[in-house]
């Protein structure tokens, strides 16, 4: 006899909050979070970099291949993240 599985309710997801110091200002908020794009992006593009290179120096055909392709979704996620900055900025 086959048994039955048990539909789960969909849950809601909390909301996103944030803890900040009371002498916090948005501001301050606003230029923490940038700044944490900006490395989070120039991580990326340096790996981006290095991956490129590694391509170029590599004899191994198909490990040249991986190598260039790390690099170009690398290069991807530096561009999603440029965009996502200005979005979140523009206002």
Same mark, same amino acid.
């Given at each position: 006899?086959p048994?039955?599985l048990?539909r789960?309710?969909?849950?809601?997801?909390? *909301?996103?909050?944030?803890?900040? *110091?009371? /002498?916090? &200002?948005g501001?301050?908020?606003?230029?923490?979070v940038?700044?944490a794009? =900006?490395r989070?992006r120039?991580a990326?593009?340096? /790996?981006?970099? %290095?991956?490129?290179?590694?391509?170029? %120096?590599?004899?191994?055909?198909?490990?040249?291949?991986y190598? =260039?392709?790390r690099?170009?979704?690398?290069? /991807?996620?530096?561009?999603? &993240?440029d965009? =996502?900055?200005?979005?979140l900025?523009?206002g």
């Amino acid at each position: 006899m086959p048994r039955l599985l048990a539909r789960r309710r969909p849950v809601d997801s909390p *909301p996103l909050a944030f803890i900040v *110091p009371d /002498e916090m &200002t948005g501001r301050e908020l606003a230029n923490g979070v940038g700044l944490a794009f =900006a490395r989070s992006r120039d991580a990326l593009a340096e /790996e981006a970099r %290095q991956a490129r290179y590694r391509a170029c %120096q590599e004899k191994n055909r198909r490990h040249r291949a991986y190598l =260039a392709g790390r690099a170009d979704a690398l290069s /991807e996620a530096v561009a999603r &993240t440029d965009a =996502a900055m200005a979005d979140l900025f523009a206002g």
